[in-house]
């Protein structure tokens, strides 16, 4: 009987983790947070509503796309990167308005295939985004509206880059690299 009971109990631990553990993070959940926190970064990153990005309006499988941490996982990046480009005491204040992640979910014959990511150099990826820079007295050093698209993102793919986002995160990189040149 005790046995039993122990079964039992795992049983249902298991299937309780099971579901919690099967529910994917969505870019969509209203209840999540539309910025990253500060954390005593220079850099603040925020975007707007995420269900009117490219990335879900237009990608072949909109459940697939919505799925995941991308949008706050490339807002950290882009904060972490963009910190690294201020001079001391310089702040910047960054808003993503647009992403469409490298790839699209093509329609197939077979249902069961829409759920992957065809990566084509016809699907580059793409992020639209407002920047203002501040100096230590709040002064704009600089701001502007950038739309960043990557159209030879698959001649410099790394064979061994395994992240998901290695295409948008080197987009950032190059526009970082152009926009905030060493001593300008």
Excluded at 37 to 42: A, G, H, K, L, M
Excluded at 82 to 100: N, V
Excluded at 115 to 139: A, C, E, H, W
Excluded at 153 to 180: H, P, Q
Aim: cysteine-free; proline content about 6%.
């Amino acid at each position: 009987m005790k046995t039993l009971s122990l079964l039992l109990a795992a049983v249902l631990g298991l299937t309780l983790a099971g579901t919690g553990y099967a529910r994917q993070p969505s870019v969509t959940d209203p209840g999540l947070p539309r910025a990253l926190p500060s954390d005593n970064s220079p850099v603040t990153v925020s975007w707007t509503d995420p269900t009117q990005f490219t990335e879900l309006k237009f990608s072949g499988n909109r459940w697939e796309a919505q799925r995941g941490t991308w949008v706050t996982d490339l807002a950290r990046y882009l904060q972490s990167q963009a910190a690294k480009k201020l001079a001391p005491g310089q702040t910047m204040q960054i808003t993503i308005t647009d992403i469409a992640r490298a790839g699209r979910y093509e329609p197939t014959a077979n249902i069961r295939m829409n759920d992957i990511r065809i990566v084509k150099d016809i699907y580059p990826p793409r992020m639209s985004l407002n920047f203002t820079v501040l100096d230590s007295n709040g002064q704009v050093v600089v701001e502007g509206e950038r739309k960043l698209v990557d159209h030879s993102f698959l001649l410099n793919a790394g064979v061994t880059n395994t992240d998901l986002l290695r295409y948008e995160k080197r987009m950032i990189d190059d526009w970082l690299r152009n926009e905030f040149k060493p001593g300008v």
